[in-house]
C-alpha cells in the first residue's frame, strides 16, 4: 500500500524504535550517547508494555536456586533503583519457583521510563501505530497512523522492533515463524487486581497452598466455572491490593481481529467468574472487589523473527555459554498450555543445577536485514527457548544490546551483523550488565534489593 498522498508529517531521525516495552523503552536509553538522534513510538498512551499494561513483578534478575544469584544489570538496575528509592518495591518469591521477583508499582514505572526518557534526549510519540513500512535499505521508512493527524512517516537509519509482535519485521519482509505453527502458542491472560485484601487472614489460612485446594475443589465440583485449577494471587505494593495470573484464554489468534476481540471478551469474563470465587471461597477476601483489568489481554507469543542465531532449549538447558553472548538467562522454562482437565497447565522445565546460560548477539539480528535489531518477545527463539528467555529482565538487556549495538553500527558504519562483538560486550559492561554469572549470593529478602 502506498501511502505517499496520506502522509501529513515526515519526520526523519538516526535510531528509531518501535513499541516501548521493557525491551524497547531499554535500548531507547542505550542509545541515547548523545552521538545520534533516537525516536521511540509506541501505541498507548504510556511506557512499559506488558510490564504497565499487565504485570507487576519483574522476573530474571535472579537465578531460581538455593544459591540464588543477581545475573541482569546496568539500565535495567537502574530502573529497579529509581523505584526503590520512592517506595515502590519488594522483593519476594515465585508462587512456582521461577525464582525471585522485583514486585513494583506499575502506575510509577510508567513515570520513571517518563522521566528517563526526558533526562537522556529521547525523542517519543505515543499513540502512534506503526501501519506499514515503504522503503528499507540504508534508511528506513516507517509509516505510523494518529488518530488525530493522520497518517506521518519516520525515516530511519536503524531501526530497532521492539514491538512484541515483529510489527515492523512483518511490514518488512524480514522472515518469521508464526507461535502455533509447529507447537501451540502459549495461552493469553488477562490479568486483574483486587483491593481490600485482608492479607494476614488469607496467609494463617493456608495462603498459596489453601488457594491452590480451593481452586481445584471448585473445578471438581463445578461450584464455580473456573477455567482452569491453579492460579497465582500476590501481595501488591499497593496496602490491600493483590495482583492475579489466574485467567487463561485459548485457541485464539491475537493476530486476528476477531481472535483478539474474543479473547478480550472471554478474558474479562474470566476475571469477574474469579472474583465470584474469591469473595466466596477465600478467608480474607470477602469483602475484596475487582479495582482494575489489564489494558489488553496478555498475549504471550506471536511472531518469532528469524534471527542470525535461534536460541534452543538445548542452549538453555545445557547452561551453554557463547563467545558473543550479550545477557544471561537462568530462568526455567515456563510453558503455558492448554489442558483438557484442568490440571497443571503450565510446563517447567529448570537449567540444571541452578545454572545460568548465555544469549548470544545473532538472536537479536534479523537475517536478511542490514539496518535493524529485534527485541523482546519477538526475538530468535525456538518455541522452548522462547519460554525461558521471556522474561522482564532479560527482554531489557536485549534492549539494552540493541541500543549499544546501533549505536556502534552508526558510529563505525556497519551493518548490525558485522557490529564488533568486543567493543559490544565492553560497551555493555560499561553500562553494568552483567556477562559472566558472578560468584556473590544474592540477597533475595523482601528488602534485599539495595544490597546487590
Known amino acids: 500500500m502506498h501511502f505517499t498522498s496520506k502522509i501529513t508529517k515526515n519526520y526523519t531521525t538516526d535510531i528509531l524504535i518501535i513499541g516501548s516495552g521493557s525491551a524497547g523503552s531499554t535500548a531507547a536509553i542505550a542509545a541515547s550517547s548523545g552521538k545520534f538522534k533516537v525516536t521511540l513510538v509506541e501505541r498507548y498512551g504510556f511506557p512499559g508494555g506488558t510490564s504497565t499494561q499487565m504485570l507487576d513483578t519483574f522476573y530474571g534478575f535472579f537465578t531460581p536456586s538455593d544459591n540464588p544469584k543477581k545475573i541482569v544489570g546496568g539500565i535495567p538496575d537502574k530502573i529497579v533503583d529509581t523505584l526503590n528509592r520512592s517506595g515502590d518495591i519488594f522483593l519476594r518469591p515465585n508462587t512456582y519457583g521461577a525464582g525471585t521477583g522485583v514486585n513494583y508499582n506499575p502506575e510509577k514505572l510508567k513515570q520513571v521510563w517518563d522521566n528517563l526518557f526526558m533526562e537522556s534526549g529521547v525523542e517519543v510519540f505515543y499513540h502512534s501505530t506503526l501501519v506499514g513500512v515503504e522503503g528499507v535499505g540504508e534508511t528506513s521508512i516507517c509509516i505510523f497512523f494518529h488518530k488525530g493527524m493522520g497518517f506521518?512517516?519516520?525515516?530511519?537509519?536503524?531501526?530497532?522492533?521492539a514491538s512484541?509482535?515483529?510489527?515492523?519485521?512483518?511490514?518488512?519482509?524480514?522472515?518469521?515463524?508464526l507461535a502455533g505453527e509447529k507447537e501451540p502458542a502459549q495461552s493469553m491472560t488477562t490479568t486483574f487486581r483486587m483491593s481490600n485484601v485482608e492479607h494476614q487472614v488469607y496467609e494463617a489460612a493456608g495462603g498459596k497452598k489453601m488457594?491452590?485446594?480451593?481452586?481445584?475443589?471448585?473445578?471438581?465440583?463445578?461450584?464455580?466455572?473456573?477455567?482452569?485449577?491453579?492460579?497465582?494471587?500476590?501481595?501488591?505494593?499497593?496496602?490491600?491490593?493483590?495482583?492475579?495470573?489466574?485467567?487463561?484464554?485459548?485457541?485464539?489468534?491475537p493476530l486476528d481481529v476477531e481472535g483478539i476481540t474474543k479473547a478480550e471478551i472471554e478474558g474479562r469474563k474470566q476475571a469477574f467468574i474469579f472474583e465470584d470465587f474469591f469473595r466466596a471461597e477465600v478467608p480474607g477476601y470477602e469483602n475484596a472487589k475487582i479495582i482494575g483489568l489489564s489494558h489488553q489481554i496478555g498475549v504471550r507469543e506471536t511472531r518469532r523473527v528469524f534471527g542470525e542465531y535461534r536460541l534452543t532449549k538445548a542452549d538453555c538447558m545445557s547452561a551453554k555459554m557463547f563467545d558473543n553472548q550479550i545477557f544471561l538467562c537462568g530462568a526455567p522454562i515456563e510453558d503455558h498450555r492448554k489442558s483438557d482437565d484442568g490440571t497443571s497447565e503450565t510446563f517447567w522445565q529448570y537449567v540444571p543445577d541452578g545454572g545460568t546460560y548465555g544469549v548470544p548477539y545473532g538472536t537479536i539480528v534479523p537475517k536478511e536485514s542490514t539496518n535493524t535489531w529485534v527485541v523482546g518477545r519477538c526475538f530468535s527463539a525456538t518455541h522452548d527457548a522462547h519460554a525461558s528467555c521471556r522474561s522482564m529482565a532479560q527482554t531489557m538487556s536485549m534492549g539494552q544490546a540493541a541500543g549499544a549495538a546501533a549505536v556502534l553500527s552508526l558510529s563505525f558504519d556497519q551493518e548490525p551483523k558485522h557490529v564488533e562483538i568486543p567493543k559490544l560486550q565492553d560497551s555493555l559492561i560499561e553500562l553494568g550488565a552483567v556477562l559472566e554469572t558472578p560468584s556473590k549470593i544474592a540477597d533475595i529478602s523482601r528488602n534485599g534489593w539495595a544490597k546487590n
Open 152 to 161: 506521518f512517516s519516520i525515516s530511519a537509519r536503524r531501526i530497532i522492533d
Open 164 to 177: 512484541g509482535d515483529a510489527d515492523y519485521c512483518h511490514w518488512a519482509d524480514i522472515p518469521y515463524e
Open 211 to 253: 488457594l491452590k485446594e480451593k481452586m481445584a475443589t471448585a473445578y471438581d465440583k463445578g461450584s464455580h466455572p473456573l477455567p482452569r485449577k491453579e492460579g497465582s494471587a500476590h501481595e501488591m505494593c499497593q496496602p490491600k491490593c493483590i495482583s492475579t495470573v489466574a485467567v487463561k484464554v485459548v485457541d485464539l489468534d
